[in-house]
């Protein structure tokens, strides 16, 4: 038996590159009026590079958490762990830019 589905994508704003992450990011935040900013990265690169490292620095007080416990699929368990992670650091950015 067939199963239907559907995936709808979000828009995507814009897309770096060529220039270091922790820069970009730290940028972004700063284009956007960001404030409070949690990020959501792969557990692998923050367990076997600096570069998350490097983005928390560029970041400064502004970094507020992070969250790199994402299993593959994005289960909605681990989705609502990192919603939760993310409310009691009170993050007001989210994918997309800040809280409108």
Same mark, same amino acid.
């Given at each position: 038996?067939?199963?239907? %589905?559907?995936?709808?994508? +979000? ?6 590159? %060529?220039?270091? *992450?922790?820069?970009?990011? !730290? ?6 009026? !960001? ?7 792969? %557990? ?13 620095? *560029? ?17 909605? +368990?681990?989705?609502? !762990? *990192? ?5 009691? !650091?009170? +993050?007001?950015?989210? +994918? %997309?830019?800040?809280?409108?």
């Amino acid at each position: 038996m067939t199963q239907a %589905g559907q995936v709808v994508f +979000s828009k995507m704003e814009e897309v770096v590159w %060529g220039k270091p *992450a922790a820069d970009t990011v !730290a940028a972004l935040a700063q284009k956007r009026g !960001a404030e409070r900013v949690f990020l959501m990265v792969s %557990g692998t690169l923050n367990r076997t590079t600096d570069e998350i490292d490097k983005l928390r620095l *560029a970041l400064g007080n502004k970094c507020v958490g992070t969250f790199d416990k994402m299993p593959p699929h994005t289960p909605r +368990s681990a989705v609502i !762990a *990192a919603a939760e992670q993310a409310r009691a !650091a009170r +993050s007001k950015c989210r +994918s %997309g830019g800040p809280r409108r």
